[in-house]
Antibody, heavy 119, light 107 residues
Framework: EVQLLESGGGLEQPGGSLRLSCAASGFTFSSNVMNWVRQAPGKGLEWVSGISGSGVSTYYADSVKGRFTISRDNSKNTLYLQMNSLRAEDTAVYYC????????????WGQGTLVTVSS | DIQMTQSPSTLSASVGDRVTITCRASQSINNWLAWYQQKPGKAPKLLIYKASSLESGVPSRFSGSGSGTEFNFTISSLQPDDFATYYCQQYNSYSWTFGQGTKVEIK
């Protein structure tokens, strides 16, 4: 059974940093593009970042480019999101999501971790 | 960047109704379009991919159609478990964009 478990969320001040983790199990982690998707309170879904199976290629939404860094450790089956220069508008539930091979869409999601940016 | 415009934003319907949601892309995405269902406090669930392919385990009352820039999502006979928010999503060259969402409410 595919499982994705996020951690690392919490309260951080504007300008601060947080690192999110997503522990994966139940599939060959290095075979899939992995992604972060966020949802601000009461709002819709926003794709944040993605990373190829090897970790060589990374992709970002314009809203986080230059501030967030996605990475993965395939030996630990873990996905990361380093978030720097946090802003109030980064407040959201952050989901880890697996992109299905060939389909390209997100077939498995974690339960989410809440990031709150506030002074 | 490709923008996705989903309508309506809210839809009120009764059990047994046929409901349709529309999603328009700002440029052609061929058929790289997915539909998700999300319930409050839960992660989204994939229902449809490649515009019209039903994800494994998803009931056949859900369907999708369209190509290019205009797409439809239909629930043929609304069930109590279907009251939720639905999102379209495009996939193009390692960039994904969601529509704004459609909340399906009980009439």
């Amino acid at each position: 059974e595919v499982q994705l478990l996020e951690s690392g969320g919490g309260l951080e001040q504007p300008g601060g940093s947080l690192r999110l983790s997503c522990a994966a199990s139940g599939f060959t982690f290095s075979s899939n593009v992995m992604n972060w998707v966020r949802q601000a309170p009461g709002k819709g879904l926003e794709w944040v970042s993605g990373i190829s199976g090897s970790g060589v290629s990374t992709y970002y939404a314009d809203s986080v480019k230059g501030r967030f860094t996605i990475s993965r450790d395939n030996s630990k089956n873990t996905l990361y999101l380093q978030m720097n220069s946090l802003r109030a508008e980064d407040t959201a539930v952050y989901y880890c999501a697996r992109a299905a091979i060939i389909k390209g869409v997100f077939d498995h999601w974690g339960q989410g971790t809440l990031v709150t940016v506030s002074s | 960047d490709i923008q996705m415009t989903q309508s309506p934003s809210t839809l009120s319907a009764s059990v047994g109704d046929r409901v349709t949601i529309t999603c328009r892309a700002s440029q052609s995405i061929n058929n790289w379009l997915a539909w998700y269902q999300q319930k409050p406090g839960k992660a989204p669930k994939l229902l449809i991919y490649k515009a019209s392919s039903l994800e494994s385990g998803v009931p056949s009352r859900f369907s999708g159609s369209g190509s290019g820039t205009e797409f439809n999502f239909t629930i043929s006979s609304l069930q109590p478990d279907d009251f939720a928010t639905y999102y379209c999503q495009q996939y193009n060259s390692y960039s994904w964009t969601f529509g704004q969402g459609t909340k399906v409410e009980i009439k």
